[in-house]
C-alpha cells in the first residue's frame, strides 16, 4: 500500500484500469471504500498478471476476493488511470512528437557491445503522412490505455476511411462502446478487441455490416455470447476466440451453429474443449474453411458414418464439407482410429497433429511417416509440405512395416486401412527386397542402400559413405558398423533417420530394431552422431 493524498476520482468497481505509470499493467476494480488503519480512500485492483500483494485482504479484514492469493492491491486513485478516448490515443499515437528520450532509446549493440544510434531516414514524411487523419486506413493502439469512444459524431469526421483498427490490451469491456466505435466507422473491416475483458452482452448492438475479421482473444468471451454476437456480425469472415475458456459450444435454437454464412475460419486455439461433440456442432457451418483447435483437451476425433449422418439437420450437406484445414496440435489425440478418420472429411489437405500423444513416437506415438501414409489426402502436415516425393517414401516405409508386424501377428492387417491399396500401388512384394530401378519392391532377407553422415561435433570431417545392409539389421548391429567405418572406437553413438520434410531427424534408440522394423528403405539417410 502506499499513501498519498485522499481522492477516489470517481472509480467504481467492475471499472478497468491501469497503472498510472504502465499502461501494460491493468487491472480491474474490486473495491473503492477505507482501509482499517489508514486515512482517506482506497482502490482495491485485481491485477490481469497476477502481480499484486495479496488476496484481497490484509491484517485479518477482507475487502475483495482477488483471483489468486497475490493479485490484488489497494493503491490510492491518483496512481491509477481510468483510460483516455479513442481520439486521444490516436492523437497521442499518431501526431504527438518523439521526445528526446525516446528517441536516445533507439539503438543497436556493436560488436564491441556499445550502443549505435539508429537514425530513422524519412521519418518526417512517415509522421506527416500518418498525421493526416482522413488518410488513415489502419491504426495501432495496443495499450494505450483506450476506455471509452471519445465525442459522438467526431470518430467518423476524423477517420472516416479507417478499415483496420488494432486496441489491443486496452480497458474497453462495455459492447455498448463497441458498438458506437464500429458504428462511427462505416469503412472498418477488421477489428482488433484482444486482452480487453468485455462484460457480458446485454444491450443490443447496431448491425456491423462491414466487420469481416474480428479477433476477441483472451476477452473472456464465451459461446452464449458469440451466439448473441452472431446477429450483428452479418458478414464476418474470422473470428478468433484464443484463451476464453470455452468448453462447450452451445448453439442458440438448434443442435447446430447456424448463421455465419460468411464464416471461413474460426480460431478456438487455447481453449477447454475436451468432447468431438462439442466440435461436430460446427459441422454445418457452409462456409467454414479453416478451424483452429489447437492446445484444447481433445482425445480423439470421430467423423460420423453414414446412420449418424441422416441425424444431421441439413442431409443435404455433409459434415465440414468445405473444411480443408483443421489444426490439432497439443491435445490428448492417442489414437490412430481418430487419425484414420481425418480421411473421411471430404476436403481436408491440412492438418496438425504435432504435441498429441500419437505423434510423440519417443512414449508410444509413430512417427511422422506412418502418419503421413495413413493420411490419404493430407498435402500439408504439421505446418510443413509433404512433398510427392516424401508421400512416396513414407507409403513404401509404411508398408514395409506393417509387412514386418504381420509375419508376427496376421491380425494386424485390420489396424491398417490402408495396407492393401498401398501394397499394390507400389508393387511391394513379401519376399525379398529389389534394387533394381523396375518390377515389384520385395521385402524380407534383401539388402538396402543407406547412406550414413557423419554429424558429430568430435567426429571431424568425414565423407558420407553408402553400404547396402541387411534389411534385417538391426539399430544395434549398425551402430557396431558405423564405429567399424568410421573409426570411431572410443565414442558412444546416436543414430538418426533423415526425413524428407520433417523438421527434425527421427532418434533410432531401439537397439533391437530392424531397418526393416522401422520402415527404412533404400537411399534412406542416416545420421551419426555422438552421445552428448
Not at 46 to 70: C, L, Q, T
Not at 294 to 303: D, Q, T
Not at 481 to 509: A, I, M, N, R
Request: hydrophobic fraction near 35%; proline fraction near 5%.
Amino acid at each position: 500500500m502506499q499513501d498519498s493524498p485522499d481522492s477516489s476520482h470517481g472509480f467504481r468497481v467492475g471499472q478497468r484500469v491501469h497503472s498510472s505509470g504502465d499502461s501494460r499493467r491493468i487491472g480491474t476494480v474490486k473495491y473503492v471504500g477505507p482501509v482499517e488503519g489508514y486515512s482517506g480512500t482506497w482502490v482495491g485492483v485485481d491485477w490481469d498478471n497476477g502481480e499484486g500483494k495479496h488476496d484481497g485482504s490484509i491484517n485479518g479484514v477482507r475487502y475483495f476476493h482477488a483471483k489468486s492469493e497475490r493479485s490484488g492491491s489497494l493503491v490510492r486513485a491518483p496512481n491509477l488511470s481510468q483510460g483516455i478516448s479513442l481520439l486521444e490515443a490516436l492523437e497521442k499515437r499518431y501526431r504527438s512528437k518523439s521526445t528526446n528520450d525516446e528517441e536516445d532509446e533507439m539503438y543497436v549493440l556493436s560488436t564491441s557491445n556499445n550502443r549505435v544510434s539508429i537514425q530513422l531516414v524519412g521519418k518526417d514524411k512517415i509522421q506527416d503522412k500518418l498525421s493526416r487523419f482522413e488518410e488513415l486506413t489502419n491504426a495501432s493502439l495496443a495499450y494505450m490505455g483506450v476506455s471509452f469512444p471519445g465525442i459522438p459524431y467526431q470518430i467518423n469526421t476524423t477517420v472516416p476511411n479507417m478499415k483496420e483498427l488494432d486496441l489491443t490490451g486496452n480497458l474497453l469491456s462495455d459492447w455498448k462502446d463497441v458498438g458506437k466505435i464500429c458504428g462511427q466507422l462505416p469503412a472498418l473491416q477488421a477489428l482488433n478487441l484482444s486482452n480487453n475483458l468485455m462484460s457480458p452482452y446485454k444491450s443490443e448492438l447496431p448491425p456491423l455490416e462491414s466487420i469481416r475479421i474480428l479477433v476477441l482473444n483472451n476477452t473472456g468471451v464465451d459461446w452464449e455470447q458469440v451466439e448473441l454476437l452472431r446477429q450483428s456480425l452479418t458478414a464476418i469472415e474470422e473470428l478468433h476466440l484464443i484463451g476464453n475458456n470455452i468448453s462447450r459450444v452451445l448453439p442458440m435454437s438448434s443442435s447446430f451453429v447456424q448463421g455465419f454464412n460468411s464464416l471461413r475460419l474460426l480460431n478456438l486455439d487455447d481453449n477447454c474443449i475436451a468432447e468431438w461433440d462439442e466440435v461436430m456442432k460446427l459441422s454445418q457451418l457452409r462456409c467454414l474453411e479453416q478451424l483452429y483447435l489447437n492446445k484444447n483437451c481433445l482425445n480423439a476425433i470421430l467423423y460420423p458414418d453414414n446412420g449418424q449422418q441422416n441425424e444431421l439437420e441439413a442431409t443435404s450437406y455433409k459434415p465440414f464439407q468445405n473444411l480443408h484445414c483443421l489444426l490439432l496440435g497439443d491435445n490428448n489425440i492417442g489414437d490412430l482410429v481418430s487419425v484414420d478418420s481425418l480421411n473421411l472429411f471430404p476436403n481436408l489437405v491440412e492438418t496438425r497433429l504435432s504435441e498429441n500423444p500419437i505423434a510423440d513416437s519417443t512414449s508410444g506415438g509413430v512417427p511422422r511417416f506412418v502418419l503421413i501414409a495413413r493420411l490419404a489426402k493430407i498435402k500439408v502436415f504439421n505446418g510443413s509440405e509433404v512433398t510427392p516425393r516424401e508421400r512416396k517414401d513414407s507409403e513404401i516405409r509404411y508398408v514395409r512395416l506393417v509387412i514386418s508386424r504381420l509375419h508376427a501377428n496376421a491380425e494386424e492387417i485390420k489396424q491398417h486401412p490402408r495396407f492393401s491399396e498401398l501394397k499394390s500401388l507400389y508393387g511391394i512384394e513379401d519376399e525379398r527386397p529389389s534394387t533394381g530401378a523396375s518390377g515389384p519392391q520385395t521385402i524380407g532377407s534383401g539388402f538396402l542402400s543407406i547412406t550414413l553422415k557423419c554429424v558429430g561435433a568430435s567426429m571431424g570431417e568425414k565423407q558420407p559413405l553408402t553400404k547396402k545392409l541387411p534389411a534385417t539389421a538391426t539399430v544395434g548391429k549398425l551402430k557396431f558398423l558405423c564405429e567399424s567405418f568410421f573409426k570411431l572406437k572410443s565414442l558412444k553413438l546416436k543414430l538418426f533417420l533423415q526425413e524428407e520434410g520433417s523438421p527434425l531427424p527421427v532418434l533410432l534408440d531401439n537397439h533391437t530394431s530392424s531397418l526393416m522394423d522401422l520402415g527404412i528403405g533404400n537411399e534412406s539417410i542416416i545420421l551419426v552422431n555422438e552421445e552428448s
